[in-house]
């Protein structure tokens, strides 16, 4: 097996994932990493034992050896990296959002087709191996007809004034925060678990804490730090959301709604659905990965736990590990690397099937509903996509 090597841009919470799940794979390498801040790039390089380092990202992707790469950095500079790897003929996981702007998704989505290359936004929830099994329950019709789509998507990191990233500030991480940063992960999911498009969106968007104290040293994304923050902040104007509730129709006419919030004392990352359809209903939260409820009218419900022996064939190949042992997020980001890179070593395999994984063209997409959410909430009115 020919070794591919990739490079990765970023060494953040979200890189240090990608590097861990590409190294799951058997046939990839992580050849390079590239990381603004001279110390943690080499901090990363030393710990994580990678060849290479680089300063700055176009010295990496212009890199002969590296055949791919993966965008883990800021929201506002997905869209110029990405542009420069397509230019250069490498294939592109690009963090979401895509891109901060409609006209900047669209522009990727066209180039990376022009090029012929394999690309993917890291919508990793959609690698569960229970979400794979809801699929193939609604593509087998066991829900019948749609009634009503639900649910959230909840954290409480940023609960507290004190609570800082450089995804508050609309400069880096783009107009929309909590519904670009998770609320797409749910968009994305229902999408891809009931095939349905979302047509229109009404949505109410808040920034609960308007200002905010922004900590003079750096702390990470997601940290429990009880760093004494007594004259070692600054306070800062929010002007991106802290929560947003959006009411949705799919083509089908078929209703829903989400709640997305980053607020939500004691939720750490929890994300869940409900789908109701005429013959029963199933659901899901991202805490308890391995089951799926099925509820019915005229006899006992049931849970599903992810079983390998007992579990379908379109799902067999989404799971490793035998039952009752858990298969989280890490292992999504894997089987995500997996199925990408099947593409990239088989390209033949687009004329056989469509991937599993988001391309930029169905990223595009979301960044879009985000403008058509924000539009939504400044209008107060229902908007078509």
Wanted: proline letters at 4%.
């Amino acid at each position: 097996m020919n070794i591919i090597k990739v490079g990765v841009i970023g060494t953040g919470f979200i890189g240090k994932a990608h590097i861990e799940g590409i190294r799951r794979v058997p046939g990839l390498e992580v050849w390079a990493v590239a990381e603004q801040n001279r110390e943690q790039l080499e901090k990363s390089v030393k710990e994580l034992s990678i060849p290479r380092g680089y300063n700055n990202y176009t010295d990496l992707i212009e890199d002969p050896e590296i055949q791919s790469v993966h965008i883990c950095v800021p929201n506002n500079l997905h869209y110029r990296i990405a542009k420069a790897a397509l230019l250069a003929g490498k294939h592109v996981v690009c963090e979401k959002p895509l891109a901060v702007t409609t006209s900047e998704a669209n522009e990727l989505a066209s180039l990376a087709s022009d090029r012929a290359l394999v690309t993917a936004v890291h919508y990793n929830l959609r690698f569960y191996p229970v979400i794979r099994y809801a699929r193939d329950l609604i593509k087998q019709g066991k829900l019948g007809r749609f009634f009503t789509v639900h649910g959230s998507y909840l954290q409480d990191w940023l609960l507290l004034e004190t609570d800082y990233n450089w995804r508050l500030e609309s400069g880096s991480g783009g107009k929309s925060r909590a519904f670009a940063d998770i609320g797409t992960h749910w968009i994305d999911m229902i999408s891809f678990i009931t095939g349905k498009e979302i047509v229109k969106v009404f949505s109410e968007m808040k920034t609960l804490h308007p200002e905010r104290k922004r900590p003079k040293k750096e702390i990470s994304t997601f940290s429990n730090s009880k760093m004494d923050l007594e004259n070692e902040y600054e306070s800062i104007p929010i002007d991106t959301e802290d929560m947003a509730v959006i009411l949705f129709e799919f083509r089908d006419n078929t209703i829903g709604n989400l709640i997305v919030n980053q607020m939500a004392a004691g939720r750490k990352n929890r994300l869940a659905f409900e789908i109701y359809g005429e013959k029963c209903s199933i659901s899901w939260n991202s805490e308890v990965p391995d089951e799926l409820n099925i509820g019915y009218r005229d006899k006992p419900n049931e849970v599903f736990f992810r079983d390998p022996s007992v579990i379908n064939n379109q799902t067999f190949n989404y799971t490793d590990l035998p039952a009752s042992h858990n298969e989280g997020f890490s292992d999504a980001i894997k089987k995500f690397n997996e199925e990408f890179y099947s593409f990239v070593r088989h390209p033949d395999l687009f004329t056989e099937r469509k991937p599993d994984f988001a391309t930029f063209k169905e990223g595009a997409l979301e960044v879009k509903l985000c403008d058509k959410v924000v539009e939504s909430s400044k209008s107060k009115m229902w908007i078509k996509l």
